[in-house]
């Protein structure tokens, strides 16, 4: 597995990342097979350190976790909890999704912009009903089993994500209702 351990504005010592490596190592070859490449990223937020790390995994999937703590190893220790309880919890399905699945998750690129928000209710009218873009990126749509999107936005903790049918070759929608629900917009 390729890691890239990583810090924001804080230096990452060697001790660290081969406490990151071995306990990751541990905890990603117990409940996931085959794993591709891990990104964990280290930053302060106050007085706390924070952890970041995303697993991806062969099958296409992505499971992410975060934590806090007032130590830095600490924090990676929360985190790698955190991503045990998701990946134990995810097992049996993608276990059963990695034996139908042949082949790796197909990715098609997008654009993905990001746009300003009005700035309250006293707001001055905008001159055109165009909104102001902020930031324009590329983003990947994978092509996933309605199951498969499930699971993957409840593993990326995301309220909604888009996805290529691979049933009927569509794009489609599954989102988290406000009563907890899954959403699925089939069009």
Not at 32 to 43: K, W
Not at 87 to 97: A, C, F, G, V
Not at 129 to 140: D, F, G, K
Not at 151 to 170: S, Y
Request: hydrophobic share 35%; net charge negative.
């Amino acid at each position: 597995m390729r890691y890239q351990i990583s810090g924001k504005q804080i230096d990452i010592g060697e001790a660290l990342q081969t406490h990151v490596k071995q306990e990751l190592d541990v905890v990603v070859e117990k409940y996931a097979e085959r794993p591709t490449d891990a990104q964990i990223v280290f930053s302060k937020s106050g007085h706390e350190s924070v952890c970041e790390a995303t697993v991806h995994l062969s099958t296409g999937l992505t499971a992410q976790a975060k934590a806090h703590a007032s130590e830095i190893y600490a924090a990676f220790d929360a985190c790698c909890e955190k991503m045990e309880k998701q990946l134990r919890r995810y097992k049996r399905r993608l276990k059963d999704h990695h034996r139908t699945r042949a082949e790796p998750v197909e990715l098609s690129g997008a654009a993905s912009y990001i746009l300003a928000s009005e700035q309250g209710a006293d707001a001055a009218e905008p001159e055109s009903l165009q909104p102001m873009i902020v930031a324009e990126m590329e983003t990947q749509i994978p092509s996933l089993s309605v199951g498969e999107a499930v699971m993957q936005m409840e593993l990326a903790g995301a309220p909604v994500l888009v996805f290529r049918n691979e049933g009927k070759d569509g794009l489609n929608v599954v989102y988290r209702r406000d009563d907890g629900n899954i959403g699925w917009i089939d069009p």
